[in-house]
């Protein structure tokens, strides 16, 4: 089985060999990074921004990779996947701010089957989301930056690191947006 991220965060990578080696385990998988843009703003803000997002990046691995490497796709038999994960805030009734923030995963095979999944949603204070909404060139990891005083928050714990006090951490968030979108991999019967 070989696999493509569409980015080059380790914490994504990392999540997707963990997911894919716990529903497949008795597939070899290969897992590449590539450098994917998602073609939407550094800051995703509403709900299809940042779906689009997780399927443009899906899209362009596949792309690039058929270029890359094209001898993979010679093989009838093996799996090939594309993956593209994107996070972002989405309005969100009731909430303090306004906005959860989700973190969506597009799963595409070789043949241009797909599926969505995504993680539970968190919100952040009104604070972060204030300096956002008012200021759209802001990634929510700068802000973190400077609240944290870590400088590599967005690789590592992430801000549900911080704000969970270490309870759960970004790359658990990614694995579960992952799981959900596998979902009808694992019951095709059903869903393809």
């Not at 799963?107 to 008012?134: A, C, H, L, M």
Request: proline fraction near 4%; hydrophobic fraction near 40%; glycine fraction near 8%.
């Amino acid at each position: 089985m070989i696999i493509f991220v569409g980015s080059t965060n380790p914490v994504k990578i990392n999540a997707v060999k963990q997911v894919f080696s716990i529903i497949f385990p008795k597939k070899n998988i290969t897992v590449n990074s590539l450098d994917i843009s998602s073609e939407v703003s550094n800051q995703p803000i509403e709900l299809n921004n940042v779906v689009k997002g997780a399927v443009t990046r899906a899209q362009n691995a596949m792309k690039k990779a058929k270029k890359i490497f094209p001898t993979y796709f010679e093989k009838e038999d093996e799996d090939i996947f594309s993956i593209g994960i994107e996070a972002g805030l989405v309005s969100i009734p009731f909430t303090i701010s306004g906005y959860l923030d989700y973190q969506f995963c597009a799963i595409i095979d070789k043949t241009g089957k797909s599926s969505i999944g995504s993680n539970s949603g968190w919100e952040y204070p009104s604070e972060v989301i204030n300096s956002i909404i008012n200021n759209r060139n802001l990634e929510i990891a700068d802000i973190m930056t400077k609240i944290s005083g870590d400088n590599e928050i967005k690789h590592r714990g992430g801000a549900i690191g911080y704000y969970s006090k270490g309870y759960l951490k970004r790359e658990e968030l990614t694995r579960q947006g992952i799981f959900m979108a596998l979902i009808p991999w694992i019951n095709q019967d059903e869903y393809f």
